[in-house]
């Protein structure tokens, strides 16, 4: 059958099981938007091209096959580049389609022209350029697949808006198989040896490649084998935190403890994550401790420190293969696992902050028993999450879309498009004033599309973290961290949607019940005290404690 390279491309996606685009129109993919316009792929139109590539991260993160963005050429691939290193820094898999100039104006600074390997070679598992119309399909098929192999990732193509139109008869191609694998018998082997003669082991759980079988069957084993579990940060939805196994989190705004368990355990196994910057408290902790690595990135990007076994799989295929937790106790009874357990439930119980405005330790507890069980929770960066953090629990795989990198601005459309592909679930972005209105304009794409999310916009004037850092580094000079806002309420109100400007705690409880119940798009837009930093600040507990 003859058609475009640009059908042909859209007809590949939907081979693929892709459901939708995130994109921001240009000229030079015009053919693509035409084959779109029959297609069953759902053409997400975005405000952004830096609120496409964050939604297209969100459906990476939150479905089972690559996220979409499409953009053109110079400045729309400028946007979009923040998603990209958001992307390869968080290990997501998603596919950046970049429309360019036609292959005849190369080379002679035409309209818009960049290099595309220049700008994105570093920050990308992959760069493609579609120069053969009759290789569409194929490029395609490669980019979606490379994206999930090994350690997951962004990979960009660009597509010349002259090769798009051209005619070819060739085949819509076969979906690639993931490579099939589990472990070896000498690396589980290895495994069990080591956790049975363990006294103090912890499993550490992270990364996007996690189902919710797998998830349940891991922490079960950890239970029976009275292994506690930690997670990466914003990663903590790779287990339930209802398990008797969970322990807390490891990173920014962590418990004290779990570092102190992390440097007292005798073996540490990693699942789906490696031992990296954040996780080891900036390369100190633990590095030297016995350590088994279970992941499918043989180049352990990241990892710092000792390994003394890589088992080359993913999550499920571990899973799969280990015995009966109760088989690799050894002597080891039940002690570590609970106790670190009843310090992970005593962190996690919310309290009073003090301070002026709205209390985010009880707001918080009120926003926990207020959402459902299933509920999606997206984040941006800074102090402001760090509330979500400790206080919001998950009960599954694929609840959490937060930044890795630490990306200012993913919070709101994340949530977008996690509304967008899971109507009548409870969808909910946490974030801070600075954060919010990086990519607030992409709220107005989900009245378009039937999204409902809400937004917690947690307001104190000043960008929270790295004031925390100034006060430290330099204190009584404040400079260049302070914001002056509009009211958010009303803004989101000019939309359609439902918001509320919230000054007091005890407003915020019947707030939130009436924007959950608004089926709109809302924003709680709270005032919150400047002086109260985020819980596992320093500055926080220096004022609690005072």
């Given at each position: 059958?003859?058609?475009s390279?640009?059908?042909?491309?859209?007809?590949t996606?939907?081979?693929?099981?892709v459901?939708?685009?995130?994109?921001?129109?240009?000229?030079?993919?015009?053919?693509?938007?035409d084959?779109?316009?029959?297609?069953?792929?759902?053409?997400?139109?975005t405000?952004?091209?830096?609120?496409?590539?964050?939604?297209?991260?969100?459906?990476?993160?939150?479905?089972?096959?690559?996220?979409i963005?499409?953009?053109?050429?110079?400045?729309?691939?400028?946007?979009?580049?923040?998603?990209?290193?958001?992307?390869w820094?968080?290990?997501?898999?998603?596919?950046?389609?970049?429309?360019?100039?036609?292959?005849?104006?190369?080379?002679?600074?035409?309209?818009?022209?960049?290099?595309?390997?220049?700008?994105?070679?570093?920050?990308?598992?992959?760069?493609?350029?579609?120069?053969?119309?009759?290789?569409?399909g194929?490029v395609?098929?490669?980019?979606?697949?490379?994206?999930?192999?090994?350690?997951?990732?962004?990979?960009?193509?660009?597509?010349?808006?002259?090769?798009?139109?051209?005619?070819?008869?060739?085949?819509?191609?076969?979906?690639?198989?993931?490579?099939?694998?589990a472990?070896?018998?000498?690396g589980?082997?290895?495994?069990?040896?080591?956790?049975g003669?363990?006294?103090?082991?912890?499993?550490?759980?992270?990364?996007d490649?996690?189902?919710?079988a797998?998830?349940?069957?891991?922490?079960?084993?950890?239970?029976?084998?009275?292994?506690?579990?930690?997670?990466?940060?914003?990663?903590?939805?790779?287990i339930?935190?209802?398990?008797?196994?969970?322990?807390?989190?490891?990173?920014?705004?962590?418990?004290?403890?779990?570092?102190?368990?992390?440097?007292?355990?005798?073996?540490?196994?990693?699942?789906?994550?490696?031992?990296s910057?954040v996780?080891?408290?900036?390369?100190?902790?633990?590095?030297?401790?016995?350590?088994?690595?279970?992941?499918?990135?043989?180049e352990?990007?990241?990892?710092?420190?000792?390994?003394?076994?890589?088992?080359?799989?993913?999550p499920a295929?571990?899973?799969?293969a280990?015995?009966?937790?109760?088989?690799l106790?050894?002597?080891?009874?039940?002690?570590?696992?609970?106790?670190?357990r009843t310090?992970?439930?005593?962190?996690?119980?919310?309290?009073?902050?003090?301070?002026t405005?709205?209390?985010?330790?009880?707001?918080?507890?009120?926003?926990?028993?207020?959402?459902?069980?299933?509920?999606?929770?997206?984040?941006?960066?800074g102090?402001?999450?760090?509330?979500?953090?400790?206080y919001?629990s998950?009960?599954?795989?694929?609840s959490?879309?937060?930044?890795?990198?630490?990306?200012?601005?993913?919070?709101?459309?994340?949530a977008?498009?996690?509304?967008?592909?899971?109507?009548?679930?409870?969808?909910?972005?946490?974030?801070?004033?600075?954060?919010?209105?990086?990519?607030?304009q992409?709220?107005?794409v989900?009245?378009?599309?039937?999204?409902?999310?809400?937004?917690?916009?947690?307001?104190?004037?000043?960008?929270?973290?790295i004031?925390?850092?100034?006060?430290?580094?330099?204190?009584?000079?404040?400079s260049?961290?302070?914001?002056?806002?509009?009211?958010?309420?009303?803004?989101?109100?000019?939309?359609?949607?439902?918001?509320?400007?919230?000054?007091t705690?005890?407003?915020?409880a019947?707030?939130?019940?009436?924007?959950?119940?608004?089926?709109?798009?809302?924003?709680?837009h709270?005032?919150t005290?400047?002086?109260?930093?985020?819980?596992?600040?320093?500055?926080?507990?220096?004022?609690?404690?005072?």
């Amino acid at each position: 059958m003859t058609m475009s390279a640009g059908h042909l491309i859209v007809q590949t996606l939907e081979a693929h099981g892709v459901q939708r685009i995130y994109a921001v129109p240009g000229e030079s993919y015009l053919d693509v938007l035409d084959g779109l316009h029959d297609s069953k792929i759902h053409t997400v139109v975005t405000r952004h091209e830096g609120g496409a590539g964050f939604m297209a991260l969100a459906e990476g993160r939150l479905s089972t096959v690559p996220g979409i963005a499409m953009v053109t050429r110079g400045p729309g691939a400028a946007n979009a580049m923040i998603a990209i290193h958001t992307a390869w820094q968080d290990a997501t898999a998603m596919v950046l389609f970049v429309g360019l100039i036609p292959l005849a104006d190369r080379g002679r600074d035409s309209f818009q022209e960049f290099s595309l390997e220049g700008w994105f070679s570093t920050t990308a598992k992959g760069v493609y350029v579609l120069d053969d119309e009759h290789q569409a399909g194929d490029v395609v098929a490669r980019a979606l697949r490379l994206a999930s192999t090994g350690r997951p990732g962004p990979v960009v193509v660009g597509l010349p808006e002259d090769v798009l139109i051209r005619l070819t008869d060739s085949p819509v191609p076969d979906l690639l198989p993931l490579p099939d694998a589990a472990p070896s018998a000498a690396g589980l082997e290895k495994l069990s040896t080591m956790l049975g003669a363990a006294r103090r082991p912890a499993i550490i759980v992270g990364g996007d490649g996690w189902d919710a079988a797998t998830a349940q069957e891991l922490a079960d084993f950890a239970a029976a084998a009275h292994v506690p579990v930690l997670a990466d940060w914003r990663a903590y939805d790779a287990i339930d935190h209802d398990s008797p196994a969970y322990a807390g989190w490891l990173g920014y705004g962590r418990a004290e403890r779990t570092v102190a368990a992390l440097n007292d355990a005798d073996l540490l196994v990693f699942v789906g994550c490696t031992r990296s910057d954040v996780l080891s408290e900036g390369y100190k902790a633990a590095l030297n401790t016995p350590t088994i690595l279970v992941s499918n990135d043989a180049e352990l990007v990241g990892h710092a420190g000792r390994i003394d076994a890589h088992l080359g799989v993913r999550p499920a295929e571990l899973v799969a293969a280990l015995p009966a937790g109760e088989s690799l106790r050894g002597t080891r009874g039940p002690e570590w696992m609970a106790r670190l357990r009843t310090e992970q439930l005593a962190f996690t119980m919310p309290g009073a902050d003090g301070g002026t405005g709205v209390d985010l330790g009880l707001a918080f507890e009120a926003l926990e028993a207020a959402l459902d069980a299933d509920r999606i929770i997206t984040y941006g960066a800074g102090n402001a999450t760090l509330w979500g953090h400790r206080y919001l629990s998950h009960h599954g795989p694929k609840s959490l879309v937060g930044p890795r990198n630490g990306a200012m601005g993913l919070s709101v459309p994340a949530a977008v498009a996690a509304s967008i592909m899971h109507p009548g679930r409870h969808v909910v972005a946490i974030c801070g004033d600075g954060d919010f209105f990086m990519n607030a304009q992409e709220l107005a794409v989900s009245f378009a599309h039937g999204g409902t999310p809400l937004i917690i916009v947690a307001d104190n004037g000043i960008f929270g973290t790295i004031v925390d850092h100034q006060r430290r580094h330099y204190p009584q000079r404040p400079s260049g961290t302070s914001m002056e806002n509009p009211n958010f309420a009303q803004w989101i109100e000019s939309f359609g949607g439902h918001g509320e400007f919230v000054e007091t705690t005890a407003d915020f409880a019947p707030a939130l019940e009436r924007a959950l119940a608004s089926g709109l798009p809302a924003v709680l837009h709270l005032l919150t005290d400047p002086t109260t930093m985020g819980p596992g600040t320093v500055a926080h507990r220096a004022e609690a404690n005072a």
